[in-house]
């Protein structure tokens, strides 16, 4: 039976090609002998692809985790259907345990992933391919798995490095999770390697979305913030600010995917999605995300049925300033069916017109230029308070969104104001639970969440249809700072150790 589900998990991770954009509309090369594959550049590219293709499913409900664990956002509930109680519902409740399906799914889609990346960097080794070709192949694959793991050591702490396969199940009972220093070391070595590989742009259209210099440096710079290397941070995304890259003029281009738009000068790194076709690479957050009765009032489709998740909550419908131009571009509060108006918000940030019900275009961004600015705002506040050029920074921002220029002082001051400023930009872009953390320690984390936790018990976002809240809902304790290991990982490998709390 350990066997079993340890090929399985092979088995699972050999090349999944399901990425959008030219780049990624590719045979899948699991049809090949994989002791065939992987021979010239074509082939590597495919591999590649594939690796690219699982970030879609790795996304689908990373809101999970980035909003639902925070003050964000909450759930449309359904009073007559509690079959996610056990589930997604528990992210927003705190009431996660290591049996939930969720963060299985989660362990073993990215663990997965970090299979084809590993296994085609080791085949790319021997491959056919020009030097030019191999390398950017290769600077792709580490930005990937440094971006994998990033998330990976933020969800679980301390996690298990693999970076080569293995050609018997065996030694798999062997690993155990490596300390979070080390998984950071990992991941600022394979950035390191990442910039020195990758292009600045890429010639050819159809490779449009795919991991660049600006990107691996970008992530560097915000993995140096999250480990408080703030020198080191400036340093890095102070490179990225003479790339080229820019604020779109107007904030809702970030988010819409006609061709002009898609991937366009604010976009540092997207996941790709491909909707309006039959190829299976379209997103869908639109209808999550969509009044759980909306029907088709906020999708233009009837069919397919909503989710009613993510919704923003008052607190964050609260925290706009007025007049900023985000606001209604990032939710609405209300929709209107059959003449009725429904005092129900959901984030409509993703949402654009579309010709096949469930199959959006819509690319989920990862890092943006704003996040850059802001992340540089931060960074030289924390090493010398709020300078000039550190306002200026979230002042571009702002002025973006229409605001007037802030005018902090104080270096405490100066980092709520950058928080928030944060939230409100990268407003349901999975940022929010790892920028709290980040800058709060477990039991502030904790404080913070129980405080929001007792305002959504006093007063719902939204109606729970007389569905009562229970003992446990709301309550967050320091060690849900990082989610469970899951338990099936635990029973497979008796060496693997739980987080505390669990």
Known sequence: ???ITAMGLVVLALLQSSCSE?????TDPTRVNVDLFYQNEAQAKQA???VYGQLQTLTNTAYLFGEFQTDNTTIDLNPSDRGGAGGWEAFEFSTVNSGNGEIANLWNGYYAALYNANLTLEKLATADIPDGPKKEIEGQLKFLRAYMYFNLVQYFGDVIIVTSTLAVPEPAFDLVRSPQAEVWALIEKDLNEAIALLPEKYAAAGDKGRATKGAALSLLGKSHLT???????ITALKQVTALGYALNANYADNFDPAPAKKNGVESIFEVQYQGDNDLGEQS????????????GAVTGFAAGGNGGRNAPTNDMIAAYEKGDLRKDISLKTSFTLDGKVYPIPYVSKY??????????????????YADVLLMLAEAINE???PTAEALDYLNQVRKRAGLAASK???KTDFRAAVLKERRLELAFENQRWFDLKRTQTPAQWAAFMNAHGAAERAKPTIDRGNVPFNSTDYVFTENEYFLPIPAPQILINAKLTQNPGY
Not at 22 to 26: A, R, T, W
Request: net charge positive.
């Open 1 to 3: 039976m350990k066997n």
């Open 22 to 26: 030219d780049f990624l509309n590719q």
């Open 48 to 50: 590649l692809n594939g």
């Open 227 to 233: 480990n408080k290397k703030y020198a080191e941070a």
């Open 284 to 295: 869908s957050f639109e209808y999550v995300f969509a009044p759980r009765v909306s029907k």
């Open 351 to 368: 949402n654009y017109p579309h010709t096949i019900v469930q199959r959006t275009n819509t690319n989920w961004p990862v890092l943006r």
């Open 383 to 385: 090493q010398s308070g």
């Open 408 to 410: 902090v002082t104080g």
